[in-house]
């Protein structure tokens, strides 16, 4: 009877130790699957699908190194700057939604918000350049306008033809009448014309502007500029009315120069007290742009600015160097 008592609490003894264990036993949980990310094609080079989700996402930026000078500088101005682009699309019922934002840092401190805004079927909402923003490609010129927050819609008709209107809003808490912005556009395989109008609400005043591009060959690209302002505005450049034009030719792949010149008529009166109210001024500039390999460039401009307002003549210009990615 004790051997078997003995036994039986032997194996009562082994069950309850292996049930002990069995309850104790670490269960390994199978890996889940990883999700690489996707390349997205559908809106150009760059885009990779945002893990999980069906948007498309490209990040690219710049870092710029520029000398600035003129002619009565006592010494060097250089200035590096850093810029970084976001940009997010996907598909809707709606048509593509995209998202923008551009930061810019320099080296004096300054950071700035370029351009932050979203898009969709045509509607375009946030802070970007005015839709009156439009010059000749020199960098002597003026067209007038800069940065401002704005509704904007734009319609395109197809056959390059495009028709855009924008309420905008250079005050801030000043009063509730926004400024109308309005531009017509008609690109094909000549060339494009642009034609612009604005109304600054604050200032009373508005302008009223055209730039043509002509492709004369394969490398030769001629673009004229003409504007009238009926007085100092956000969108206005200090003068009445002006007109300008501006070459550029490709040399080759890497090489392209350019050359132009404006002129100013009527300067309308401001702060500035050598200016006189009437001054006629000019300026001409050329630019040399080459690039050194892929998204590396570097662009040379030199201008000249004179007339009434101007007791010397002035020289100007940079050397700029683009590291993009």
């Known amino acids: ?31 889940e699957p990883m999700e690489y990310v996707r390349i997205c094609d559908v809106y150009g080079a760059g885009f990779y699908y945002i893990p999980g989700t069906e948007t498309c996402l490209k990040i690219g930026g710049l870092v710029r190194y520029q000398i600035d000078w003129t002619d009565n500088d006592d010494g060097w101005k250089k200035t590096t700057t850093a810029r970084l682009k976001l940009d997010a699309r996907s598909e809707t019922e709606y048509g593509t939604f995209k998202r923008y934002i551009e930061t810019s840092i320099s080296n004096a401190g300054s950071m700035t918000l370029r351009y932050a805004y979203f898009e969709l079927g045509g509607l375009m909402i946030g802070r970007n350049d005015t839709l009156f923003d439009g010059a000749l490609s020199g960098e002597f010129d003026k067209g007038g306008g800069d940065f401002i927050n704005q509704i904007r819609y734009t319609f395109d008709a197809g056959n390059g033809i495009a028709v855009s209107v924008s309420l905008e809003e250079a005050d801030t808490n000043y009063d509730y009448t926004p400024n109308v912005a309005g531009k017509v556009s008609i690109a094909q395989g000549w060339g494009s014309v642009d034609l612009f109008a604005a109304y600054d609400a604050t200032a009373e005043e508005y302008a009223v502007k055209g730039v043509a591009k002509f492709k004369a060959t394969d490398a030769l690209t001629l673009e004229a500029l003409a504007s009238y302002n009926s007085g100092l505005s956000f969108y206005g450049i200090g003068y009445e009315w002006s007109v300008g034009g501006y070459a550029k030719y490709q040399v080759s792949e890497k090489l392209a120069i350019g050359a132009g010149g404006q002129y100013f008529g009527d300067r309308f009166e401001d702060a500035a007290p050598a200016v006189v109210l009437g001054n006629n001024d000019w300026a ?36 700029r160097l683009d590291a993009s990615f």
Not at 9 to 31: C, H, N
Not at 296 to 301: E, G, I, Q
């Open 1 to 31: 009877m004790n051997i078997k008592s003995l036994l039986l609490g032997s194996a009562a003894a082994l069950l309850a130790v292996s049930g002990a264990r069995a309850a104790d036993a670490v269960v390994v949980a199978e890996p």
């Open 284 to 319: 001409i500039g050329a630019v040399v742009d080459y690039t050194v390999v892929e998204n590396l460039t570097a662009k040379l401009a030199v201008n000249y600015n004179d007339g009434e307002s101007y007791a010397d003549g002035a020289f100007s210009g940079f050397l």
